[in-house]
Every structure is written in structure tokens, then in C-alpha cells.
């Protein structure tokens, strides 16, 4: 951080975006991938785009209060557009580009919106669709004006040309643009983003530009971002991390954005630019790691031998290494130095990561052998967690104190404790002003002392970590009192590849027991190279060695839960694997494929007895429809194993 | 379609063209003619002479009989490479493009007969040679753009899948600046989706940039929705010629189409 918090005059976004123009106009602030070429615009230049751009929404009939709807890939103007927006005391609300006209135009009604601002032909032609039915809508601004030559409607106006409009408004007032922002205060809306609305309809979240600017300020500090930084900004500009990410903590921290050319070209542009700071969800790192092995088993057989050869070192030391813990011997530094001229680096390098100091991801759990494997060749990924209403920080991960399993550290000024149903409740700064027209939802969100609550349920660790172990209110309780939390059980289960889906039950009763799904490609695949022949899933799920492959990965799960005294009496006493995969046709599993615990329960309520029963196997019959609607039974003698426990240790397996 | 197009007067007259390869007669006393502008369809059953007749066009064949008026001016004898300079670019039925060469260099080859610079200085990357490329460069990213390719431009064309190639197949024509765009069945053996992005971009290059397109296609349904005019091939002879509607109601078209018994 350069500006001292204390003596900082700007406290609203477009204040901030004025003081980078004039303190360091020069310095690069945005570059977009165009016609093959990085074009760059310094902040000067962003700072005269957005007047331009404020002064002709201005003109076109844009006022102080309203809101500005924006919809597009990610786009230098479309950021403009919001900062524009933000200048004129309006509030910014950018929608997810791919959603379907319907869906936008539920937010688009709710919003009040008057005016958008759009990519290009393929949104317009989503807005006109549902124009009638939104009366309020008033102008179409689009940026890239192909294929929009033959649309002769009046209210639609190309982005270039708005600031035409602006530049002539300019010259005529030239006090115009400073005396709206003038007007602004830290306390007005700033942003409003709308929630995915898995749970009802979508509800507009309303950020102050104090709240957004305090949650930018920690996380800069936190791992000291500034000007020389870069980031690509690739994700949803709906989301509340990229508002975040490539808008907020750029203007604050006063680094650069690097917009890639289309969603297509992401990995390219990311070697080209090289980003120091970067955030993917969980599946984008999952997929570069089955990239990078699909193409290693293609390799020869030296650079194939190198590979294994070093990652087995890295997987001992990197991360040791990484987080500068002493203790690595002196002979495994070495082979990780030779490994990191060999490999590592080439293969960060392939990767575009060669540059970045500070890497998040958060969104899903993510897969320990995952994250590990990141952070053993060298790369600092680290997770956080938080939620479109606290301005997307909560925790943090601090450098050099990485737990896979927990999301770090309360992030600077925010305040976490643990309710007493184990929910998570949060103060901060960084904190909604409320949802949009909605004070009666805004009011549930807070319990009678202010705290905020998130809804999830998580505990600290020895180290005042917070660790996430379930939605707050799929939490239970084992006969003992001991906290039971099924997701997080299940999640440690499913991190096996062997495994895909797992329910356990466990609250009420004396022990935990669980149902497994083996995923069919991954154990399918296995048994094919033992020379295990099957004739399916239910055949294949009942087999011995199947079992004992399974046995295995809960006795794992089992040795980690002891690690930890807080679920330590979660362990997996007993376990089937259930003679049919679980389905959302058959009502088992969302359409979003979480599991739908208690109909399973019920569905399946003869082997949950013959678990707790003490039984070693089981009949069942079971009715399965088929895609076709047909429908159909299984039945089967589903075995029933015990898996061993183990005694609670006091210490931390990571 | 659109209120911007304008469809001027005729570009290309096709006259009386009969051709014949030995017994084979391929084409038989065909005439339409093509307006400035306008999206103008070849339809017919297999071996109806379409690609035969595209190939009358830009010259690769030459007619026995009748003429091909382009631009007002009669010519007998044209080769290729005359009809390319006459602002005369095709694709093909069976993709042509250099396999191993990165969609990029595909595309650039397009550019050749706008570039001036001698071998030599080529060679040399002299200054002249340096700026044209550039500015060769330049267009063809325009291209790119265009046609929505920046995920592939350093990628083999050998490599992608075959949707794909046909879309870069169409960049590289595009290059080419051309005045008349010829495709010989753009859609085959697309899927649906594949399909429908190939007719947003015949359609956006029609309108962006006023090029007049002939196009041979198979499928029929693309074909009424994309096109101003269709004219229909069977055995070689022309058998109807007119608006999608008029084309679709005919009975010959049809008979030609569906099959009739004898």
C-alpha cells in the first residue's frame, strides 16, 4: 500500500481513479488483447475514457441515484461504464453475461433499470427481446458496434459515440464531471450485485464505496499489492470477487488489469502477460493439473522420468520450501533447486504462472492433493473465504501459514466469532448496506447484536484458523454432543477420485456410518487393470476388492477426523457401497448434484438400520427410472464393512 | 433481412453456359445472373453440376458454350488467378488449406496478391516489405475478429476440428478483400450449432462488408433463410430460378428434390 489510510482524501472510487491520474498518470492501468496486440491505457487516459464516457450518459439523461446495468465479457469500457456510473452518483449492476434474457429480465425490472450498457450485438439482441417488458428501460449503449448497422432504434447508442457526446458536454462544462464527484460520499451505493438466487429470487446486494474500498484496502495490505502488480480480469464482472479483484483493489492498490481477448484465448493471454496475482476456482487448477498429465504421459520417456522423478521432491519439501519452514536438509534443497531449473519452472512457465506472488482460490472445496500439488512446485495459492454480502474477504490465508483444510486468518478489520449452533458471525466494514428494496431479508441476515450471518458452520483451530465444515444449518449432533457435520465427512470422502458421491449419517446417534458411491470411470478403470472383469455398477460395487479399495480411503478420512479433536468422533464406524449410483432423476441428488440427505435417509431407511443394526449385509430392491421414463428395479445383497477408527490425537496431520 | 443492404445492379451474368466433359454434359444452356450485394444460392440433388458451375465462374472451366458477363465485360477465357485479381475468391467442398501452416499463415496467404513487395525484398525483410506486412497483418487480425478465431490464430489448421477449418477456409477468402465471394457448400457436414454460426457470419460478411456471395449448399433450410435469390440445377439444366418462396412451392423443384415416379 502507497496512500496512508489516515490522511487519504479519497473514499469513493471515482476520487480514487482522479488521484492515480494525477499522481501517477503515466502508469499503465488497464490493457485489453486487440486485433493480436496488448493495448495499454494509463490511468491518465482511463481517467479522461470514464469523464467521456460519464459525461455523455449525462447527456443522454443518466442521473444521480439511478441504476446502470452492465452486461458483457469482461471489457476496459464496460469497467468504464462502471466507474462512469460511480461519477455521476449512479449505481453500477453488472449481470452475468451469459445468463438468459428471462433471467435478466427478472434483475433488470427489480433494479429499476433506466439504462444499460452492453458488449455488443449478441446482448442487445438478449434486451430487445424482452424490452416489452420492461417498460423503465430507456437506453441501449453498446460497445462493439458489429452487426449493429442495420438496428435503426432510436435508444440505442454505440459506446464511442456516447463519448463523443460527452467530449462536446465536457467542453461546454468542464466542471460538470468534477462537481458530480464532488458530490459523491463514502457512504453512497457503489455497486450492486445480485445474488445467484439458488434459494428463491435473486436479491440485489448493495456495497457502499467505504465497504468496497475497506475490503480492498485489507486484502492489499494483507499481501501487499501495488502499483507493478498485474491481474487478469477473466471472471464474470457479476461476481463479487472480480468487482473485487479487477476493479476495487485495482483502484486502490493502483495495479494493472489485463482483459484477454475472448473467453477462448484465457491461457494464452495469461502466458503473455504473466500475472502476479491471480484467482481461479478450484475446477480452472483442476483441470490445468489433468492437462499438464494427459501431455506428460504423451512425453518421452526421459521428460517423463524427470517429471515423477521431481515431483516426488516436490511433494516432500516444495511446500515446505515455499513457506520458508526450517528444517528441509540441505540435500533436498538442493534436488529442489536442480528440480526447479528442470521442471518446476518450465512447467509454471507453460502454465503463465511464472510471475505470481499471491494466487487465490475459494468458491468449492478444494481437493488437497490439488491444492499440495500448486504449492509444492512452487506456487503461492491460498485460500480465502467470505460471500457476495461481506464483500467476497472474510478470512485470508497469510503467507507462510497454509492449512489446506482451513480458510486462513480473519481478514484485517473484520471480526469473526462462532455462534452457538456453530454458525460462523462476522463484523466488518466490509459489509452490505443491505439488499435492494428488500430491508425485510436484509433483516435476517443479522442477529440481534449486529452480527452477520453467513449461514455456515466452522470452528477454530489451535492456530484461530477458521475452519468451514458445513452449512450451518445441515449441522447435528452425535448422542454424545459432539458436533456432527455430514458435508464435511462427505467432502473428505470425495476427494478420493475412487469416490464420487457419499452420504453419512450420524446425528443422533452413538456413531457415524456412511454410503458410498464409487465413481464408475475411475474404480471402472482401476478394476480393468487388475483384470477385474464386471458387468456394472451394481456388480462392480459389490465386489470384495472394491471394498477393500473403498475400506481404504474411509480409513484415511478416518486417521485425518482424529487429527482433529473437534470432529474426531466423526469417524466412520461402519460403510456400504450402495448397489446403485445415486441420481437427480431419482430425486437423491439436486439438479446442482448435492446430496438430499434426509430423502435418502428415508429412501434408503432398511440399510441405514442394517448399518446401525450391526448387520454384515443387506437386501434391497430398489426402483430406478431411466432416462427413456421407463422405469426399472435393482436389487441386491449390499455388504455392509466396518472401518477402523482411530485413537484422538492432538496434533495437526497437514 | 436487414434495412442497410442494398442490392444493386447485376455483378455477374451467366449466359447460355453449356459444359461438357467429353459425353458428359455437365452444364446445359444455364443463364442467371448474380446483383451487387445480394446472398444468391446454387441448389440441386448430387451431380446437378453446382460446384461444375462455380467452376465455370472463377474460371477454372471453360464453357463450350455461352458467356460469363462479370462486371459488364464478356470473357471466354479466364483463369483463376485473372478471376482472383477480379476480386473473385472461393472456398471449397473439400477443405484447401495448408495443413501443417498456423491459421494465421493460412490467412495470410489470402493477403498474397495484395502484396507488392518483390521475393527478394521479402527476403531481406527490407522496409517496404517490413510495412506491408504489417499492414497485411493488421487486416488479417481484422479478420480474426471477424470471424471470432483469436483462440486458434497460432494453432496448425491440421489440428482443428473441421467446423473450424471451414471457418478459417472462409477468413482466408475474406482476405483476399474480394468483391464476389464464392462458397461451395460452407455448411457440410456441420452440426446444427456449427451451422447456425456459419450463417450469423455469411450473413454478417454480406452486410459488413457489401461482399456479393454465391453459395452452393445442400442443406435446405439454411438455404431459404440465408439467401435473397436461389437458383435450382438438375441434370445440369437450370430448372427453377427465384425468391426462397417461389423456389420452395415449385413443383419441379420438388419433384427434383423428393423424387417422382415414372
Known sequence: MHADAATDPADTFPRLLLQHASSRGDGIAMREKDLGIWQSWTWRAVADEVRDLACGLSALGFRRGQNLAIIGDNRPQLYWAMAAAQSLGGVPVPLYQDAVADEMAYILDDADVRFAVVEDQEQVDKLLEIKDRLPGLEVIVYDDPRGMRSYGQGFLHELARVQDLGRELHGDHPGLFQREIDQGAAGDVAIMLYTSGTTGKPKGVCHTHGAMIAAARGGCTFDRLGPGDEILSYLPMAWVGDNLFSYAQALVGGFTINCPES???????????????????????????????????????????????????????????????????????????IGDLLVFGPLRNVLGMSRIRVAYTAGAAIGPDLFRFYRSIGLNLKQFYGSTETCAYVCLQPDGEIKYDTVGLPAPGVEVRIGENGEVLVKSAAMLAGYYKRPDATAELFDAAGWFRTGDAGFFDQDGHLKIIDRAKDLGRLANGAVFAPNYIENKLKFFQHVKEAVAFGHDRAQVCAFINIDLGAVGNWAERRGLAYAGYTDLAGKDEVYALIQECVEQVNAQLAADPMVADSQIHRFLVLHKELDPDDDELTRTRKVRRGFIADKYALLVDALYAGRSSCHIETEVKFEDGRRGRIAADVKIRDARVFPIRHEQAA | MSSARSIGEVLLAVENVSLAFGGVKALTDVSFDVRQGEIRAIIGPNGAGKSSMLNVVNGVYHPQQGAVRYRGEARRQVDPHRAARQGIARTFQNIALFKGMSVLDNIMTGRNLKMRAGLLEQALWLGRSRREELAHREQVEHIIDFLQIEHIRKTPVGRLPYGLQKRVELARALAAEPVLLLLDEPMAGMNVEEKQDMCRFILDVNEEFGTTIVLIEHDMGVVMDISDRIVVLEYGRKIADGLPDEVRNDSKVIDAYLGVSH
Open chain 1, 263 to 337: 473467453g477462448d484465448t484465457v491461457m494464452t493471454d495469461m502466458r503473455e502477460i504473466g500475472p502476479t496475482y491471480y484467482f481461479a476456482p478450484p475446477r480452472v487448477f483442476e483441470n490445468l493439473l489433468t492437462q499438464v498429465m494427459i501431455r506428460m504421459e504423451d512425453a518421452g520417456r526421459i521428460k517423463r522420468w524427470l517429471f515423477h522423478r521431481f515431483l516426488g521432491v516436490a511433494r516432500r519439501c516444495g511446500a515446505d520450501i515455499l513457506d520458508r519452514k526450517p528444517g528441509v536438509p540441505a540435500a533436498d534443497r538442493l534436488l529442489y533447486a
